[in-house]
């Protein structure tokens, strides 16, 4: 495994903790995925949203999860923000969340 990933503030990882069973263990096994691949993992489990921004795609059988993050210096992932999906499309608010942390991380 040659990338390490970490999150922007705890409170997001406690929240990725709380999702149901099914969405968390898919979850789980992309970011394994994450980890090995690096910026190589594609869909269905990542997709680029643009900008340096990507997001992870777990399912489960309790609705779909997504994890926005990006790659910092040093084979390291940043998870920047998380949600439970509500609707087919991914909220502008969930996006602009994401890309402000992106930059706190970038700009240090």
């Known amino acids: 495994m040659n990338y390490t990933v970490e999150y922007f503030h705890p409170r ?3 929240e990725i903790e ?3 069973d099914g969405i968390l263990a ?5 970011v394994e ?11 269905p489990h990542s997709r680029a949203m643009g900008g340096g921004l990507f997001e992870l795609r777990p399912k489960g ?6 994890a926005f993050y990006c790659f910092v210096i040093g084979q390291r992932v940043v998870i920047l923000h998380a ?3 509500k609707t ?3 909220p502008e608010h969930e996006l602009k969340i994401a ?8 700009n240090g």
């Open 26 to 30: 898919d979850y789980a096994k992309i």
């Open 33 to 43: 995925l994450l980890m090995e691949f690096g910026p190589n993992l594609r869909m």
């Open 18 to 20: 709380n999702w149901p």
């Open 83 to 85: 949600f439970i999906k």
């Open 61 to 66: 059988r309790e609705g779909t999860g997504r």
């Open 12 to 14: 997001i990882k406690a």
């Open 88 to 90: 087919q499309d991914t």
């Open 99 to 106: 890309r402000k942390r992106m930059k706190e991380v970038q």
